[in-house]
């Protein structure tokens, strides 16, 4: 369903303000707004350590999903916090293989030195890589704004060629991955579908419309008739009941992902059907970006958010 022309210039507006680093800033030293913002992101978020995206981890997969953890963060700017975001991904694979907790481990790479310098990122996702290998768990590199695509994509097929355990994330709403997934079918690794959360210039994506639903489609398709690993990372229903009757998700090579948070209800009922179900679980301090992503994906969410901030949010994870 095509947005209409006030949900666009919401959302268009608050992914504007999401960008804006002087609102961020503000938001983040006042007293009284950060507590407030913090509490509506309570709902997407697990919390603020890698214990609380641990803990949330286990009770997820206890009920049977699949799950991928991510330490939330991007673009940063310096490189003792790229070491420092490298290293906490590296603890938090090794605190999932003493557990015995089987995850997906996602990034950015602006996370890791993308924004200081590409070789830094390289470096950084290779010692990941190497890391994951030996905890017999993965890797999915997210995609970020369109400008960052080309640097991203060559990251990926480097590393890639070494460790198949890498995966690599593609924007539906952008015009030239029809392109790029023909060209990474000959390429290993998992390969994750998503809408596209980024604001970006008009000529070069596809709007939220049917258009971009029947192209999120075609790009499933591929996936599967070229027998990749394929995560469906999106939460609309009616392109579910779709996908359901393509009967992708019977295939073994292919999982639904859905945001911790987001349509709790829709990702239950594909787990309780006997779906494949991975949930994307989120931690750290530095969520505004996120919070601001997972309102503007959806306008209604905003509704949700401002209850979370009077009310407080309940555990998101009882909600599975």
């Known amino acids: 369903m095509a947005q209409s022309s006030v949900e666009k210039q919401f959302t268009d507006t608050l992914k504007s303000v999401a960008r804006n ?26 919390g603020d350590s890698r214990e609380d995206g641990l803990s949330v ?14 330490y939330i963060g991007e673009n940063t700017t310096s490189k003792d916090e790229c070491i420092q975001a490298k290293d906490e991904f590296i603890t938090l694979m090794k605190e999932c293989a003493k557990q015995g907790l089987s ?14 310098d590409p070789q830094l990122a390289y470096q950084y996702l290779v010692e ?71 604001q970006e210039p008009p000529d070069i994506c596809i709007p939220r ?20 690993q ?30 911790y948070g987001i349509h709790p209800d829709l990702c239950k009922q594909l ?10 679980l989120t931690y750290g301090t530095e969520w505004y970006l996120y919070l601001c992503h997972r309102i503007a994906e959806y306008p209604p969410n905003i509704y949700v958010a401002i209850t979370d901030m009077i009310r407080g949010v309940e555990d998101s994870s009882q909600l599975y």
Request: proline share 2%; glycine share 4%.
């Open 21 to 46: 680093l002087e609102i961020k800033k503000y938001i983040q030293q006042s007293n009284e707004l950060y507590p407030i913002f913090e509490r509506a992101s309570k709902r997407f978020v697990t």
């Open 57 to 70: 981890g286990n009770q997820l997969i206890q009920k049977g999903y699949r799950i991928s953890l991510e």
């Open 103 to 116: 995850s997906r481990i996602s990034l950015d790479l602006s996370h890791i030195g993308l924004s200081i």
């Open 128 to 198: 990941i890589a190497k890391e994951a290998q030996s905890d017999d768990l993965s890797i999915m590199i997210s995609m970020e704004e369109s400008t960052k695509t080309d640097q991203i994509l060559s990251i990926y097929k480097r590393v890639v060629v070494d460790y198949s355990n890498v995966g690599i994330t593609l924007q539906a709403q952008l015009q030239r991955t029809l392109n790029d997934i023909n060209d990474l079918l000959n390429y290993a690794g998992t390969i994750r579908i998503v809408k596209g959360a980024y």
């Open 209 to 228: 419309s049917q258009n971009l639903n029947e192209r999120y489609l075609e790009l499933v398709d591929l996936c599967v008739k070229a027998g990749k």
């Open 230 to 259: 394929v995560s469906i990372a999106s939460h609309d229903e009616v392109m579910y009941q779709q996908i359901i009757e393509r009967g992708y998700l019977q295939n073994p090579n292919v999982e639904a992902e859905m945001l």
């Open 271 to 280: 787990k309780d059907d006997g779906l494949p179900v991975r949930v994307y």
